[in-house]
């Protein structure tokens, strides 16, 4: 009798190994086992990776490299909309998440499974990004969640793979840290709380850099395209250039608290050096460059598309409208941005564009202004508060 074929999400952390042993010899499933690199894993994580999924007993294991792919899809109009969810958070997680449960059905439907399977708790975001975009893309196909069916702790998780004679660094496992190209995110006992920060060790990336370094952001309509002299042939590269020279100073770390797609609130640490650096100065040479309401705009618009694809909503026609809102408003987003790196914070010195409409030619600000007179001021000042001058007599306010 043929067994029956599950695709498995597997990262090779506690979840996703517990997941193995359980479908392979409690179930007995043909598990087919697939990580989708979206920029978090080089080519010996991923080996080790490989390795350790077959010492799991999956029947194949098969690697999706999204990382291109998630980018012009997903990260640059995130960047395109500057956002940060709760002002604080550039969805490095939730928003990879939506392409590798894409991907993942993709190969579902590739292979012919009749299960998919995730290691999603059932108290998170990811079981109903999993879900849903599975449900949207291969509905025909079953899903298994062996963690949250189960309803299993991490401290239940280890103790089974132990009695498996599974090996793995448990000690490290007390943490579920999920690494992307648009940044890290560190969950432990800690973010279960309201009151306790990370410690230092469960960082992944300790700071090691102490002296001020000055930093040359080259945009090119909203995108990263050069650091200092160095252009790159994708703004993925500049991105991971940024990230090797920023992460060090400890810079964008911090605690996200946000409202669940379930309904209940969730904290969860998280370091983003590039992303934080790369939003920031994206934004100060926009306001730069695009006019009042570009901006306003921008924002409004930004902030739904930010929630929607935090919900795992990508597949929405329409977050293609909004794209195509976002990429037109970066035609002259264009130039340079100056950035100073310290340990744990950076500042955005200032910025050089063809497009800067903050020009001493037509006036500067609070100073001289080359293109009105006081009288214009005057008669602009008297019609632009008319109504409310009127509104103000007819109602006797004063």
């Not at 992303?275 to 409004?300: C, F, G, N, R």
Request: proline fraction near 3%; glycine fraction near 10%; hydrophobic fraction near 35%.
């Amino acid at each position: 009798m043929d067994k029956k074929k599950v695709v498995l999400a597997y990262s090779g952390g506690l979840d996703t190994s517990f997941c193995c042993i359980y479908l392979t010899r409690d179930l007995g499933y043909e598990v087919h086992s697939v990580i989708v690199n979206t920029g978090g894993f080089n080519d010996q994580e991923l080996k080790g990776v490989e390795e350790r999924a077959y010492q799991m007993g999956v029947t194949s294991h098969h690697v999706v490299d999204e990382t291109k792919n998630f980018y012009n899809t997903c990260v640059r109009f995130l960047i395109y909309g500057n956002v940060l969810k709760n002002n604080t958070y550039p969805l490095s997680v939730s928003a990879e998440r939506v392409s590798q449960a894409t991907a993942i059905a993709n190969y579902a439907k590739e292979i012919g499974a009749e299960f998919v399977a995730h290691g999603s708790t059932g108290a998170g975001n990811d079981q109903v990004r999993f879900d849903m975009i599975f449900n949207i893309l291969v509905p025909e196909v079953q899903i298994i969640t062996p963690i949250r069916d189960l309803k299993l702790s991490r401290e239940a998780e280890i103790e089974y793979l132990k009695k498996h004679g599974v090996e793995m660094n448990f000690e490290k496992a007390k943490y579920s840290i999920n690494k992307g190209i648009w940044g890290t995110s560190v969950g432990g006992k800690e973010t279960l709380t309201s009151n306790l920060g990370l410690p230092e060790e469960a960082w992944p990336t300790q700071v090691t850099e102490s002296e001020p370094k000055t930093l040359e952001l080259v945009f090119e309509q909203g995108e990263l395209v050069g650091i200092n002299n160095e252009k790159y042939d994708h703004p993925t590269k500049a991105i991971q250039a940024l990230q090797a020279i920023a992460q060090p100073y400890g810079i964008g770390r911090d605690i996200h608290v946000g409202d669940t797609i379930i309904g209940i609130k969730g904290r969860v640490g998280f370091e983003a050096a590039a992303p934080m650096v790369i939003i920031k100065a994206h934004h100060t040479l926009e306001k730069h460059v695009l006019t009042k309401w570009q901006l306003s705009w921008k924002d409004q618009l930004s902030a739904f598309y930010g929630n929607w694809l935090h919900e795992g909503q990508f597949h929405d026609p329409i977050m293609r409208n909004m794209e195509a809102f976002l990429t037109d408003t970066q035609k002259n987003v264009s130039g340079k941005v100056f950035v100073e790196l310290h340990p744990y914070r950076f500042q955005v010195v200032g910025i050089e564009s063809e497009h800067d409409l903050m020009s001493n030619k037509f006036g500067s600000y609070g100073e001289m202004n080359n293109s009105w007179s006081g009288e214009d001021v005057k008669g602009f000042s008297k019609i632009f508060g008319n109504q409310v001058m009127i509104y103000h007599k007819v109602n006797g306010q004063d």
